[in-house]
């Protein structure tokens, strides 16, 4: 399988592709996990200051980030849970997590 993790940040924690791959729930993978999760809420921070330029109507579109963000706060919180299978948010937490930002605003 690929892995969608940068090369860099797997080499910062001495993780290669090889090892990824092996079903262990090192501390480095774990690290690993919560270096990405750190990169992806940067990226989203950048994204929800870039979206306060849009007309309201527009970011709409957008409401999913609020979910990616549950998600990578989650994985950054216990990142064995990423390697075991157990970060997807239930149906009524997304739907909560989507209500409440189309109420409250990203």
């Known amino acids: 399988g690929q892995i969608y993790i940068p ?23 774990q690290g690993t996990i ?7 809420l940067d990226h989203l921070a950048k994204a929800k200051s870039a979206l306060r330029h849009l007309p309201a109507d527009c970011r709409v579109a957008f409401l999913l980030l609020a979910v990616c963000a549950k998600t990578l706060v989650r994985a ?9 299978g157990n970060i997807e948010l239930g149906p009524l937490q997304t739907h ?8 409250r605003g990203l």
């Open 96 to 103: 909560w997590t989507l209500l409440k930002a189309a109420f």
């Open 7 to 29: 090369s860099d940040m797997l080499e910062a924690r001495n993780v290669s592709a090889d090892n990824w791959r092996a079903f262990d729930n090192s501390a480095n993978k």
């Open 76 to 84: 950054r919180e216990k990142p064995s849970d990423v390697l075991n």
């Open 34 to 40: 919560t270096d990405f999760a750190d990169y992806g």
